[in-house]
């Protein structure tokens, strides 16, 4: 009792915080009392560059070691690791699961990363590299490190613009919840995968994510994925996002398509003459 | 079966025109004993009338008419040109083409595929069986090509009909179509040739084809936007179509921008047709001049700041305006510095056309009337050396040119590696991947204390650049795009590129290249872009080249450009080398 009084009483003193700072009421956040660094806009900063740690890119649930192509050795091998799904299970569709089954058997030519495709949205977070946010006028960019892909967040728009045509990153807007930045993240093209284990959605999905900052160094990332078309209900994931701390940390360019065209155009080039 | 009151004397026109657009318009003049309306033009919409003119005089032998820079007059009709937006070909509209008769259509397909489809080129349709001329037995012998603005043509022979010949409607009921045409504007029923149902103004024949793809497009804001009709007093003609119930889109007036007193109207007519109606002495109207922004005085202007107090350059930019501007001052404006407004738009639109003529018009940022910005009057991108031409290159430099292996032609592509970094969707180089294109020209600007984000559409790439001085990469790091060191002199930002893996080349640039861009706001919508290329392996002495971005947040996003996860283009032209090779090794096995 004693802890949660108190809880209450700091998210309202962030909260009177965050209102004389935008002149905006903003709703509590039970889960947190870490009050964040603000930013130019009064809101927390979530500016810097970040990344996930984990084995979430290799797949969004429980996965036990496993084998990968055998000319890699164990640099190739899938690692063990916890999953981040909230409560475990992917509530699949029986058609969806069985997609999602022959998706992990062919990934090695289906997977959008292999072919190095933009990696959609919440792919894009927990990929094996950085990312930066630069939270700016009106608007956030998230700059990931994986192909050139980026988001605009859109924090200046009153009513949320459907997108002129669905992309495999689809259309972002946003807004400040106490210290919790969430995005509505949807019209997406329905191509993209959430991990290298064939889990996937469609063009119908709708992410709703929450970005908490939980101490200098980490914010909580939560993503509500909703699909009537594939999933039976909505569901969620979670996990945290780390500063990177070099002194020298860039989000380095990385074109991974020159490394793709084996896999798409190897069937089409000309082989060296004998 | 009111058409007679409609005015039984008035020449038929048929007209195209509309607000923004370079439109065909066609305009028919009939015999005078004949119906109602006459067939006055038929509107294209485009962005560069001169082009246009050339174009219709020099393919479809139409003429100029006097004191009319857009329009030309294709014996009986009219085609008028209107600047401006368009969305798309003529094709699948209400009015999916129109028609020219020619007395060799052979010969003349001849001629145009050796026109090619280059700048203010042709394109030529071919049938499934690979050929362009079809003969239809008892009607005549028929081709289908395209103008650069999208207009589908069908080029006939039809002895009977030379010149303008048709106009071919596309229709869910061709013959309630045509004859809502003859109840309101007269003509004749007939048949062409005794195998094409249609009314018949004057000479000139209406069409009509069942489309069973749903609806036409609506004519309006597509290459042929409307067509025209004359009658002989458009206050008696609205009163009589009044009274067939049919649709006005706009009461008969004097447009602001006429060229004559005549009035116009337009009407709403079956599967989505706009119809302009006009009396006689129509002659079109001006075209709508884009107005440069010449807020240029960089001492005057104070660029606005971020909440926290950094020069502020964020917002939605387009290369737009500077399409066009050659990078080297040319031969042809070397007693001027800088063109007339006219001069510019015609070089943007010759620009436009000589780059890619295959992408159909609706790929064209700069031909689409999307653009709001003027097209810049600078006659080079280059501002120094002063005399607006790159240095001399180096001995060594011409050595390796002298002896590099040439280049291999896409279709001998071997691997997409022949094929260069552009199409194969990697970038365009820290110097290309700035320049102003004929689509995807948009550039977004984010920042965050300490970060300014330029993000280009084209491909889809950003750089992050620290404006904080701060430790580089090192010697073992180099990229594509190289390492962008920022800094603010005054309100202007400085970029210096280093550790760049020299692996794509700007007009034969080394990995030695040093490269420092300067961007500075200019005015409230401009924002100048200086960049400077060092690089001595090739050039004796830097040069620096400039051009403008115009600020165009009220219209233009960026929209993902998926350019790999899209790029049919490689599959399909290494299939066709392919396909070559195996030609070619199969004639070799049979010699």
Same mark, same amino acid.
């Given at each position: 009792?004693?802890?949660?009084?108190?809880t209450?009483?700091?998210?309202?003193?962030?909260?009177?915080?965050?209102?004389?700072?935008?002149?905006?009421?903003?709703?509590?956040?039970?889960?947190?009392?870490?009050e964040?660094?603000?930013?130019?806009?009064?809101?927390?900063?979530?500016n810097?560059?970040?990344?996930?740690?984990?084995?979430?890119?290799?797949?969004?649930?429980?996965?036990?070691?496993?084998?990968?192509?055998?000319?890699?050795?164990?640099?190739?091998?899938?690692p063990? #690791?916890? #999953?981040?799904?909230?409560?475990?299970?992917?509530?699949?569709?029986?058609?969806?699961?069985?997609?999602?089954q022959?998706?992990?058997?062919?990934?090695?030519?289906?997977?959008?990363?292999?072919?190095?495709?933009?990696?959609?949205v919440?792919?894009?977070?927990?990929?094996?590299?950085?990312?930066?946010?630069?939270?700016?006028?009106?608007?956030?960019?998230?700059?990931?490190?994986?192909?050139?892909?980026?988001?605009?967040?859109?924090m200046d728009?009153?009513?949320?613009?459907?997108?002129?045509?669905?992309?495999?990153?689809?259309r972002?807007?946003?807004?400040?919840?106490?210290?919790?930045?969430?995005? @509505?993240?949807?019209?997406?093209n329905?191509?993209?995968?959430?991990?290298?284990?064939?889990?996937?959605?469609?063009?119908s999905?709708?992410?709703?994510?929450?970005?908490? !900052?939980?101490?200098?160094?980490?914010?909580?990332?939560?993503a509500?994925?909703? @699909?009537?078309?594939?999933?039976?209900?909505?569901?969620?994931?979670?996990? !945290?996002?780390?500063?990177?701390?070099?002194t020298?940390?860039?989000?380095?360019?990385?074109?991974?398509?020159?490394?793709?065209?084996?896999?798409?155009?190897?069937?089409?080039?000309?082989?060296?003459?004998? | 079966?009111?058409?007679?009151?409609?005015?039984?004397?008035?020449?038929?026109?048929? %007209?195209?025109?509309?607000?923004?657009?370079?439109?065909?318009?066609?305009?028919?003049?009939?015999?005078?004993?004949?119906?109602? &309306?006459?067939?006055?033009?038929i509107?294209i919409?485009? $962005?560069?009338?001169?082009?246009?003119?050339?174009?219709?005089?020099?393919?479809?032998?139409?003429?100029?008419?006097?004191?009319?820079?857009?329009?030309?007059?294709?014996?009986?009709?009219?085609?008028?040109?209107?600047?401006? &937006?368009?969305?798309?070909?003529?094709?699948?509209?209400g009015?999916?083409?129109?028609?020219f008769?020619?007395?060799?259509?052979?010969?003349?397909?001849?001629?145009?595929?050796? *026109?090619?489809?280059q700048?203010?080129?042709?394109?030529?349709?071919?049938?499934?069986?690979? $050929?362009? /001329?079809?003969?239809?037995?008892?009607?005549f012998?028929?081709?289908?090509?395209?103008?650069?603005?999208?207009?589908?043509?069908?080029?006939?022979?039809?002895?009977?009909?030379?010149?303008?010949?048709?106009?071919?409607?596309?229709?869910v009921?061709?013959?309630?179509?045509?004859?809502?045409?003859?109840?309101?504007?007269?003509?004749?029923?007939?048949?062409?040739?005794?195998?094409?149902?249609?009314?018949?103004f004057?000479d000139i024949w209406?069409?009509?084809?069942?489309y069973?793809?749903?609806?036409?497009?609506?004519?309006?804001?597509?290459a042929?936007d409307?067509?025209?009709?004359?009658?002989?007093?458009?206050?008696?003609?609205?009163?009589?179509?009044?009274?067939?119930? /049919?649709?006005?889109?706009?009461?008969?007036?004097?447009?602001?921008?006429a060229?004559?007193?005549?009035?116009?109207?337009?009407?709403?007519?079956?599967?989505?047709v706009?119809?302009? *109606?006009?009396?006689?002495?129509?002659?079109?109207?001006?075209?709508?001049?884009?107005?440069?922004?010449?807020?240029?005085?960089?001492?005057?202007? /104070?660029?606005?700041?971020?909440?926290?107090?950094e020069?502020?350059?964020?917002?939605?930019?387009?290369?737009?305006?500077?399409?066009?501007?050659?990078?080297?001052?040319?031969?042809?404006?070397?007693?001027?510095?800088?063109?007339t407004?006219?001069?510019?738009?015609?070089?943007r639109?010759?620009?436009?056309?000589?780059?890619?003529?295959?992408?159909?018009?609706?790929?064209?940022?700069?031909?689409?009337?999307?653009?709001k910005?003027?097209?810049?009057? +600078?006659?080079?991108? /280059?501002?120094?050396?002063?005399n607006?031409?790159?240095?001399?290159?180096?001995?060594?430099?011409?050595?390796?040119?002298?002896?590099?292996a040439?280049?291999?032609?896409?279709?001998?592509?071997r691997?997409?590696?022949?094929?260069?970094t552009?199409?194969?969707?990697?970038?365009?180089?820290?110097?290309g991947?700035?320049?102003?294109?004929i689509?995807?020209?948009?550039l977004?600007?984010? +920042?965050?204390?300490?970060?300014?984000?330029?993000?280009?559409?084209?491909?889809?790439?950003?750089?992050?650049?620290?404006?904080?001085?701060?430790?580089?990469?090192?010697?073992?790091?180099?990229?594509?795009?190289?390492?962008?060191?920022?800094?603010?002199?005054?309100?202007?930002l400085?970029?210096?590129?280093r550790?760049?893996?020299?692996?794509?080349?700007?007009?034969?640039?080394?990995?030695?290249?040093?490269?420092?861009?300067?961007?500075?706001?200019?005015?409230?919508n401009?924002?100048e872009?200086?960049?400077?290329?060092?690089?001595?392996a090739?050039?004796?002495?830097?040069?620096?080249?400039?051009f403008?971005?115009?600020?165009?947040?009220?219209q233009?996003?960026? %929209?993902?450009?998926?350019?790999?996860?899209?790029?049919?283009?490689?599959?399909?032209?290494?299939?066709a080398?392919?396909?070559?090779d195996?030609?070619?090794?199969?004639?070799?096995?049979n010699d």
């Amino acid at each position: 009792m004693v802890t949660r009084f108190k809880t209450a009483i700091n998210t309202l003193a962030s909260a009177l915080v965050a209102l004389i700072l935008t002149g905006n009421a903003v709703l509590a956040q039970p889960t947190n009392n870490y009050e964040p660094e603000l930013a130019w806009d009064g809101n927390p900063d979530l500016n810097g560059i970040w990344q996930a740690i984990g084995t979430a890119h290799w797949d969004l649930q429980d996965h036990e070691a496993s084998a990968g192509l055998p000319e890699m050795g164990a640099i190739g091998a899938v690692p063990p #690791g916890q #999953g981040v799904v909230v409560g475990g299970e992917i509530p699949y569709q029986d058609w969806a699961l069985e997609q999602k089954q022959e998706n992990w058997a062919n990934r090695l030519g289906a997977d959008p990363e292999t072919k190095c495709y933009l990696p959609g949205v919440p792919r894009a977070t927990y990929l094996p590299y950085p990312f930066q946010i630069l939270q700016g006028t009106g608007k956030i960019m998230i700059v990931y490190g994986y192909a050139e892909a980026n988001r605009t967040i859109h924090m200046d728009k009153e009513t949320p613009e459907a997108a002129p045509l669905d992309t495999w990153m689809g259309r972002s807007h946003g807004r400040w919840e106490g210290s919790t930045l969430v995005v @509505d993240a949807q019209d997406f093209n329905g191509e993209a995968w959430f991990d290298r284990a064939g889990n996937f959605a469609s063009s119908s999905l709708k992410v709703t994510e929450r970005y908490t !900052p939980i101490s200098p160094d980490a914010m909580m990332y939560e993503a509500t994925i909703e @699909d009537p078309a594939v999933f039976t209900r909505s569901w969620q994931i979670s996990m !945290p996002l780390y500063r990177r701390l070099e002194t020298n940390a860039r989000v380095v360019e990385y074109k991974c398509v020159e490394f793709s065209e084996e896999i798409l155009y190897g069937h089409l080039m000309k082989k060296a003459e004998e | 079966m009111k058409c007679r009151n409609v005015k039984t004397e008035t020449l038929g026109k048929l %007209v195209t025109a509309s607000r923004n657009f370079l439109v065909l318009v066609a305009f028919f003049s009939l015999p005078l004993a004949a119906v109602a &309306a006459t067939p006055h033009h038929i509107t294209i919409a485009l $962005s560069n009338t001169s082009e246009a003119v050339n174009w219709y005089e020099e393919h479809m032998d139409c003429q100029t008419i006097t004191g009319r820079d857009n329009a030309v007059s294709c014996g009986t009709a009219e085609i008028e040109f209107l600047l401006g &937006a368009t969305v798309g070909g003529s094709q699948g509209t209400g009015v999916d083409h129109i028609g020219f008769s020619v007395t060799d259509l052979d010969a003349k397909m001849n001629e145009l595929e050796n *026109v090619g489809v280059q700048g203010s080129g042709v394109r030529l349709l071919r049938f499934d069986d690979g $050929s362009l /001329v079809r003969d239809i037995p008892g009607l005549f012998k028929i081709a289908f090509i395209f103008d650069p603005w999208g207009t589908k043509i069908e080029l006939v022979q039809d002895a009977d009909l030379l010149g303008f010949h048709h106009i071919h409607l596309n229709s869910v009921d061709p013959v309630a179509s045509l004859d809502w045409y003859r109840q309101v504007f007269g003509g004749e029923a007939g048949s062409l040739k005794g195998m094409l149902d249609g009314v018949q103004f004057g000479d000139i024949w209406l069409l009509a084809t069942e489309y069973t793809d749903g609806r036409p497009g609506i004519t309006q804001g597509r290459a042929i936007d409307h067509i025209g009709f004359e009658v002989a007093d458009l206050d008696e003609a609205t009163v009589q179509m009044n009274r067939l119930a /049919v649709e006005f889109q706009q009461e008969p007036i004097v447009p602001d921008n006429a060229r004559s007193s005549a009035k116009q109207a337009f009407i709403r007519g079956p599967d989505g047709v706009l119809i302009a *109606v006009v009396e006689p002495g129509w002659a079109g109207v001006e075209e709508e001049v884009f107005i440069a922004d010449t807020s240029e005085s960089t001492e005057l202007y /104070v660029p606005p700041q971020t909440p926290w107090g950094e020069p502020d350059l964020q917002g939605i930019w387009t290369a737009d305006a500077a399409h066009g501007i050659p990078l080297q001052r040319g031969i042809d404006v070397a007693g001027t510095d800088e063109l007339t407004p006219e001069e510019a738009a015609a070089r943007r639109e010759r620009g436009t056309l000589n780059s890619i003529w295959g992408y159909d018009r609706e790929w064209r940022d700069t031909t689409l009337g999307y653009v709001k910005s003027a097209p810049s009057t +600078q006659v080079a991108m /280059v501002i120094e050396p002063s005399n607006g031409q790159l240095p001399e290159t180096t001995a060594a430099y011409k050595e390796v040119v002298a002896n590099r292996a040439p280049r291999i032609p896409p279709q001998r592509a071997r691997t997409p590696v022949d094929l260069g970094t552009y199409v194969r969707c990697i970038t365009r180089g820290p110097v290309g991947m700035m320049m102003p294109s004929i689509y995807n020209n948009g550039l977004q600007i984010i +920042q965050s204390p300490g970060n300014v984000a330029i993000q280009k559409e084209m491909i889809h790439e950003t750089r992050i650049i620290s404006t904080e001085p701060r430790e580089g990469f090192g010697e073992g790091l180099k990229t594509w795009l190289g390492d962008s060191h920022g800094r603010w002199e005054g309100n202007t930002l400085v970029v210096e590129v280093r550790n760049l893996n020299g692996r794509t080349s700007y007009l034969g640039s080394s990995e030695e290249m040093k490269l420092t861009q300067r961007f500075t706001r200019t005015g409230p919508n401009t924002m100048e872009y200086q960049f400077t290329v060092d690089d001595p392996a090739v050039w004796t002495e830097p040069w620096t080249g400039m051009f403008t971005f115009v600020k165009d947040d009220s219209q233009y996003e960026l %929209v993902e450009y998926a350019c790999h996860e899209g790029n049919y283009g490689m599959t399909n032209t290494l299939s066709a080398a392919r396909a070559i090779d195996a030609r070619e090794a199969e004639a070799a096995a049979n010699d």
